[in-house]
């Protein structure tokens, strides 16, 4: 069985799209939970301050936001996806 180069090119395009939408993603995913962790403490913050009337909220567990966002197998899946199209181009350039 013969490979051909447009072949390759093909699977390296894909390989490309596909790990960028999952880099994409997590960087969303994580970037989300941090804004929610920023504006909870700011809010903890803010009414903390003198002249505060009304009732204290305190948002607790903030943190366990961004610890359930840090997953790491769909960002290494997506770095495997670059390298892996970056390989493929080389092969097809090789052919």
Do not use: C
């Not at 939408?21 to 903890?44: F, Q, S, Y």
């Not at 790491?72 to 970056?86: D, H, I, N, Q, Y």
Request: overall charge neutral; glycine content about 12%; hydrophobic content about 55%.
């Amino acid at each position: 069985m013969v490979i051909e180069a447009d072949n390759l090119r093909i699977l390296a395009a894909l390989s490309s799209v596909g790990g960028s939408v999952l880099l994409a993603w997590r960087v969303k995913r994580i970037l989300e939970a941090l804004t929610l962790v920023v504006g909870g403490h700011e809010l903890n913050i803010q009414q903390l301050m003198p002249g505060q009337t009304g009732d204290i909220y305190n948002l607790g567990n903030l943190t366990a936001h961004v610890e359930r966002a840090k997953g790491t197998g769909l960002l290494v899946a997506g770095f495997l996806l670059l390298a892996a199209s970056g390989g493929l181009n080389l092969w097809a350039l090789l052919l």
